[in-house]
């Protein structure tokens, strides 16, 4: 079952139709003036038509490439050039494809500035924050259509406006989202790819709206207005074409039958397989596409297991990528890189496909995670919530869960583990708040049942080594002072007075120290977990061995030096209930190299 079309989608039946017949009959120089050339100018120029009114342009705008990231580059580059007077600061979002990361580069490089729009969680762009970046001296800004790894659909029209009112021309990448949703308004370029919506490998378009300033970066040529130089493919454009028209008149009802089976995978992948979290705008989104990552998995081993399944489909996790470099889309979105699994279904995707989807995916997971011994229950349905009274007045509230759980989730629960499910832990049973009393239990991990004792008894079975309890009494930790997290200033000279290495069973070791009421830099009483050397997803998953043996309160230095651990444990922490509290030099807490990512046990 191929689900990738997010990457290039199976060739259209009309495509293959159109360049057949134009194989036969465009196949002359579009240039000369003899009976074949004027047939193969008149098949480029009716393309060229067909595609402009799809588009929402001009036919004397639109120029055709050689591919989609072309069409980027030489669009950015084009219009820096012609704007070069007005000044070299460029903008863009921070999700945007590499084909604008590397223009953004040169830019850099040639001594231009460069400013990136932040997003949210869901990977949006806000408009207020990007409009803000704009300057006199902004000579273009960019900003995709959707997103190319979570589907998220941006605000294009209201950056458009802003940009506008700057006079700032903006260039729109419309790669994932053409032939499948209208184009939004507002854009001063536009790029598009035709082996995206269903048409031939090897066809970009590059619209440029007329009075904008544009000076081609490559020497001239005098085909496809100046703007591309080169023979063109006119049989695959001829197909490219055919192909936008027809994936526009299906768009309305296919895009509807896609989004229910995309929201079919939104909501059952969390019911049925644990620590998971869907990424993306749950609402604002491409209708084919949905992201979920998995914690504790190897992406790329995952992607093989579901490829022998008999699944195609795409990650964007560092593991799977050539540069082992996380994926700059979910690392500005704040989210989990590693075990990233892209489905993005293409035209005429069968229910029945979808649920075999959904039928092999919670095994292959549990394979992959099986040598790990890490204890997952089954993620448990959400439960609705019955009683007059609102849970927050009793401070029984449950933390909200990961972003893109479907369902309406309890406010109020009763933790439970039968059956192998877990169920969420309710703190406080006075009517005033929580944290008032400092009576708060602190929520457990999502699927963790019962609760933890706030004094520990470290123990070292099966190859993990001990951590320490921190505090005997029973008044709240940051009541006493005993659990106060370390920060990342001042920890020079907090080592360890005494510490016991193990590394049995490829677990990294722990420091097991400090006994007194004082702050726990002072006292070196952190638990240390040595993951140096270790590659995603392995310091996380070494966090998650590992943190129960601390008590609530107490606090993890995990070392390593991949940069994905950088990423992925604050977004582990915000998954599992547990508090992110800052980075450190390695060097701090024994390492050699790398950094100290320091996390307090809070659930």
């Not at 990738?4 to 134009?22: W, Y």
């Not at 308004?185 to 082996?195: D, K, M, R």
């Not at 084919?288 to 795409?314: M, N």
């Amino acid at each position: 079952m191929y689900f990738d079309a997010a990457s290039t989608a199976p060739l259209h039946p009309v495509a293959r139709q159109a360049l057949t017949a134009a194989l036969d009959e465009g196949w002359a120089d579009p240039a000369r003036l003899y009976r074949s050339g004027r047939q193969a100018r008149m098949l480029l120029d009716a393309a060229r038509e067909t595609v402009a009114a799809v588009l929402g342009a001009r036919a004397d705008e639109i120029a055709f490439t050689a591919s989609g990231t072309q069409a980027v580059q030489l669009g950015l580059l084009g219009a820096l050039a012609g704007n070069r007077r007005r000044g070299g600061h460029f903008v863009h979002s921070a999700v945007e494809h590499s084909s604008v990361l590397h223009v953004a580069e040169r830019q850099s490089a040639g001594g231009g500035e460069v400013s990136v729009a932040p997003v949210d969680r869901g990977g949006r762009v806000d408009p207020a924050a990007f409009g803000a970046l704009l300057r006199p001296d902004t000579a273009l800004a960019a900003v995709q259509s959707a997103n190319h790894e979570v589907g998220t659909v941006q605000p294009v029209g209201e950056v458009a406006a802003l940009c506008a009112e700057a006079g700032v021309p903006l260039l729109v990448d419309a790669a994932q989202s053409a032939g499948r949703l209208d184009v939004p308004a507002g854009w001063s370029l536009l790029t598009a790819s035709a082996h995206k919506w269903g048409g031939p490998p090897g066809v970009g378009v590059l619209a440029v709206r007329k009075g904008v300033r544009y000076a081609s970066p490559l020497p001239a040529d005098e085909r496809e207005g100046g703007r591309v130089p080169g023979y063109v493919n006119v049989p695959a454009i001829v197909a490219a074409a055919a192909s936008l028209r027809a994936v526009r008149a299906e768009a309305d009802r296919e895009n509807a039958r896609l989004h229910a089976l995309v929201e079919r995978i939104r909501t059952r992948v969390p019911q049925l397989v644990p620590e998971v979290e869907v990424v993306g705008d749950p609402v604002r989104r491409l209708p084919h596409i949905v992201t979920f990552s998995c914690l504790y998995v190897d992406g790329e081993v995952l992607l093989t297991e579901l490829d022998r399944a008999g699944f195609a489909v795409s990650s964007g996790s560092s593991c799977t990528s050539s540069t082992l470099t996380p994926s700059h889309v979910l690392a500005a979105m704040g989210v989990l890189t590693e075990g990233n699994v892209r489905v993005s279904l293409p035209y005429g995707t069968a229910e029945a496909d979808v649920e075999r989807f959904l039928a092999v995916l919670p095994d292959l997971v549990a394979g992959v995670r099986a040598p790990l011994g890490l204890d997952l229950p089954a993620p448990v349905a959400p439960v609705e919530v019955t009683g007059p009274e609102r849970p927050e007045a009793s401070g029984r509230a449950t933390p909200p869960r990961a972003e893109g759980r479907a369902g309406a989730e309890s406010e109020e629960r009763q933790a439970t583990d039968e059956g192998g499910s877990a169920g969420a832990t309710s703190v406080g049973t006075d009517s005033e708040h929580p944290e008032a009393s400092g009576r708060v239990t602190p929520p457990r991990a999502e699927g963790r049942a019962g609760a933890e004792s706030e004094e520990r008894q470290a123990t070292d079975e099966g190859g993990s080594a001990g951590a320490t309890s921190v505090g005997t009494d029973s008044e709240h930790p940051e009541a006493s002072g005993r659990v106060t997290p370390p920060r990342a200033e001042g920890r020079a000279g907090a080592e360890s007075e005494e510490r016991q290495a193990t590394d049995e069973g490829g677990s990294a070791g722990a420091t097991s120290v400090g006994a007194g009421s004082e702050r726990p830099e002072a006292s070196g009483r952190v638990t240390v977990i040595d993951a140096l050397g270790k590659r995603c997803p392995l310091p996380v998953i070494e966090l998650a061995k590992r943190i129960n043996e601390v008590p609530p309160g107490g606090t993890v230095a995990v070392l390593a030096d991949d940069d994905a651990a950088r990423l992925d444990i604050p977004a582990w922490c915000g998954m599992r209930g547990q508090e992110y509290a800052g980075e450190a030099p390695a060097a701090e807490y024994g390492g050699d190299r790398g950094s100290a990512y320091l996390v307090v046990r809070r659930s």
